[in-house]
């Protein structure tokens, strides 16, 4: 039902890289837990659109409470930083600069 | 015993069961302590479900991509646990990122059933069972999004409760799926389990889906509905095991109805569409730069695939690749959109039957606790042990499991567990019922 190429083409939209063997036991799974999950397919739900979902939104004030209490231990935790930054590798590469 | 030597037995005791990922050198409590008022929970040992934040200590949720992370802060459960007085003793086992129901999907190895050591403890808060379960600790955290507190607790022989969805705040748990994960409590004693739950209740500024009403309305009608069909496909000592504890419910005074509840079955392929499609949205913070593993490659996507594909378990990847394909254009209506639809009508099921029972009845789990390696190549067969559990996290119901006595597998006799529903903030009802079944005072 799915095919390895389009495990592939999700696996690299979430950003997971698989072997050839994860490949294909995740498309014979998943091809299993969505015939399993296909029972919702059958819920048309029509008069729960119309209702609408009742919930309502809380919301607080945006303040600024401790400033820079945390910025030590979460800082301790990045793989690479750069005095109070946490650093990455450059992202957008220019014409002729690489 | 001395704190040392207390210490000793606790570590060779998990030596054999493996509930704890870690057991702290001292046990970590109060720096205020002393000044802590009366309170029946000071003193109290606990242990916490390593998907839960601990200011200064690890935290793993049981996966290989948190190596080395240290939480910068204290979950608000945990702190209010603090600020009463309990004791800290370490971090338990679990499924990797709670996503299993054995504790076979951990990073750091499986825990053991201390009632059969050849078996699962359940999952994923098993390692928090088990602690509770062998006597190592009184009480203990765990976190349930589809019955991950109450499943383990019914294969574990103990009480392992699910409040409603809010009730607990969520700041510093570790999330899998948002809009179900709920902190409970897991108990020898029904009264232990509330004494916790009233301890961490309430609502929090840090989580703005915490609420809890002050005033809760305690009508209670003595009649406990069982949904219709529910043991069909049941092994015979198991809905004998249902039927004896119903029968003990009608003789506390408690009339048995049954129930139509023809939507409930939805409840499982909704929660496998809305669980992985949350945490495939959840887990894209573990990219290797701001925390835990971080594997070198040539570009910044090259290292978000490395350390994803190094860090985490084939469970997480699983389903990370499932509720990116849910979520996907062209299927987001046809699975995610139509499992919210009948996410609403099963809600709709639990808010009518409640209008004539204070509790629903059904079992914890369709089979005892199961051996390692049995379910672990399927995994819509591993799905179907939380097939009673799921549908409170569906409706956002609180839940209790209830130890229901044994049934006897290959000589052993392994326990089962009883569960009720309530209505949304109907907790009292079920810490009441639970009390009355196991002869509580």
Known sequence: ?98 | MKAKEINKKMEDKNKDIHAFLEIFKQPIKSTNFSAIGENPLKGMEIAIKDNMCLEGERATAGSQILEGYIAPYTATAIQKLIDSGVSIVGRTNLDEFAMGSSTENSGFGPTKNPIDTTRVPGGSSGGSAAAVASGMVRVALGSDTGGSIRQPAAFCGIVGMKPTYGAVSRYGLIALGSSLDQIGPFAKTVTDAEMIFNCIKGKDEKDATSYYPENNDTNLKKVIGVPKGITKGLEEDVEENFNNALEKMKSLGYEIKEVEMPNLSLSLPVYYIIQPAEASSNLARFDGIRYGLSVSGESVLDEYLKTREVGFGAEVKRRIILGTYVLSSGYHDEYYGSALRAQEIIKNEFKNVFKDVCAIATPTTPTPAFKFGEKTGNPVEMYLADIFTVPANIAGIPAISLPSGFVNREGKDLPLGFQLMARDYGEDVLFTLGKEFLGEK
Request: proline share 1%.
């Open chain 1, 1 to 98: 039902m799915i095919s390895n190429d389009e495990v592939k083409r999700l696996a690299s939209l979430a950003r997971i890289e698989l072997t050839e063997k994860e490949t294909e036991t995740f498309a014979k799974d998943m091809g299993a837990i969505l015939t399993y999950v296909d029972a919702v397919k059958a819920v048309s739900g029509a008069e729960i659109e119309d209702k609408g979902i009742n919930l309502k939104n809380v919301l607080r004030d945006d303040v600024v409470r401790e400033d820079k209490s945390y910025t030590e231990a979460i800082l301790k935790n990045a793989p690479n930083k750069s005095g109070e930054y946490i650093a990455v590798k450059k992202i957008i590469e220019g014409k002729g600069n690489k």
